[in-house]
């Protein structure tokens, strides 16, 4: 059964950091994995998707990497802003065309 | 992109009524459904498939006679939640795929008294 972990849970950071957003999964036969924000009380923002046979992907200051091989994708947030501040989810596809999500990272830049 | 809403974005309701939630896939048509699930500060949990023209396809600890789903056509799905209690108070999304990629609703959020 496919697990996925998001490390930390909760991530304060100053203005202007450059962070990463950690996300594990125990099963890698996954064809693509997504990135999510998620702003308090709202729905699903979706920031990068990144295939399978990709290893980057890159969005303004978002940048995403996929390793299937060691179950593990980051997300790079560049110069960190107090409008950044939000839950990051990681989800990956199941073999019923749904999403698994992650337990999620809250993120809150401080000004 | 392709643009799912959902209808209502908030409701609160007394403990014992019904509430319909409404999905919709505006510029699309999709044959399945997905309705989640989160509780405070927690991630997403898949509740339900739902399948235009058959039964929706319910996950392990979801109760089909609780959580009563209908594809009514290529771009609704309504989910109704039934004799509502208060640990039924949750935020509930729906979201359709379209080309291997899934579009979410804005989400909506139940508070049962």
């Known amino acids: 059964k496919q697990e996925v972990t998001q490390i930390p849970a909760a991530l304060s950071v100053p203005e202007g950091e450059n962070l990463v957003l950690n996300c594990s999964f125990t099963?890698?036969?996954?064809?693509?994995l997504q990135w999510f924000r998620q702003d308090p009380g709202k729905g699903l923002t979706s920031l990068l998707l990144?295939?399978?046979?990709?290893r980057e992907q890159t969005s303004g200051r978002l940048n995403a990497s996929l390793d299937k091989s060691s179950g593990r994708s980051t997300l790079y947030i560049a110069a960190s802003q107090p409008g950044d501040s939000a839950t990051y989810l990681c989800a990956v596809p199941t073999g019923a065309n749904n999403l698994f999500f992650g337990t999620g990272t809250r993120l809150t830049v401080i000004p | 992109g392709a643009v799912v809403s959902q209808h209502p974005s908030w409701v609160i309701c007394k403990s014992g009524t019904s509430v319909k939630i409404e999905c919709r896939s505006l510029?699309?048509?999709?044959?399945?459904m997905f309705w989640y699930r989160q509780f405070p500060k927690q991630s997403l949990m898949l509740m339900a498939t739902?399948?235009?023209?058959?039964?929706?396809?319910?996950e392990q600890g979801v109760e089909k006679d609780k959580f009563l789903i209908n594809h009514a056509s290529l771009t609704l799905s309504t989910l109704t939640v039934t004799s509502a209690h208060p640990e039924d108070s949750s935020f509930y999304i729906c979201?359709?795929?379209?080309?291997?990629?899934?579009?979410f609703g804005p989400g909506t959020r139940l508070l049962v008294l």
């Open positions: 510029d699309f048509q999709a044959t399945t």
């Open positions: 739902s399948n235009e023209g058959s039964k929706a396809t319910y």
């Open positions: 979201s359709a795929p379209s080309w291997e990629t899934q579009y």
């Open positions: 990144i295939q399978s046979s990709q």
């Open positions: 099963d890698s036969a996954i064809y693509n």
